[in-house]
């Protein structure tokens, strides 16, 4: 009991969850002004705008400095830990995300892929698992803003 009175007391770790779930939630909103519809997936999924991951790590990276210093090692680990999810997010699960889209192009929009099909099980690949620069830099952002809202109130 005592570590959840603890882990619910973690300021930082609830301002950094309340960060994911705000940018998740931006997703829904943005998807339904650029498509007109309500895409609740949007809510679960790893790719859109803003990047909840970029968005998640920033606050906790800002909140990790402002509380302990910029030249702790908390903010130290955080700070290479924030590098790797950005550069992650925008290279390798951008790249799947391309990969997935060219295989499910070839699998159902192709003879072959039909051919393929009739004789194998093929799932469709989840194409939208990364991010562009500019859905990390709104994550970004956002982040910076929420740690900016806990800093002014709460720390």
């Known amino acids: 009991m005592k ?3 603890q882990i619910l007391s973690n300021n930082i770790l609830i301002t950094s969850i309340i960060s994911n779930f ?5 997703k829904v909103l943005f998807t339904f002004l650029v498509e007109k519809k309500w895409d609740l997936q949007m809510f679960i999924s790893t790719g859109g705008n803003p990047s909840s991951h970029t968005a998640t790590v920033t606050t906790l990276t800002i909140l990790l400095g402002v509380k302990y210093g910029f030249d702790s090692p908390y903010f130290a680990i955080a700070f290479i830990f924030s590098a790797v999810v950005v550069v992650d ?3 390798v699960r951008r ?3 391309k990969h997935a889209k060219t295989m499910n192009d070839i699998f159902f929009e ?6 393929l099909r009739e004789s194998i099980d093929i799932e469709v690949f989840k194409e939208l698992v990364g991010h562009s620069g500019i859905e990390v830099f709104i994550g970004f952002l956002l982040g910076l803003l929420i740690a ?5 109130f709460f720390l």
């Not at 705000?22 to 931006?26: G, I, S, W, Y």
């Not at 900016?148 to 002014?152: E, Q």
């Open 3 to 5: 570590v959840i009175l």
């Open 22 to 26: 705000v940018a998740q939630a931006l």
């Open 89 to 91: 997010a925008i290279s």
């Open 95 to 97: 790249e799947v995300g």
């Open 110 to 115: 192709t003879p072959l892929g039909k051919r």
């Open 148 to 152: 900016t809202i806990d800093i002014i």
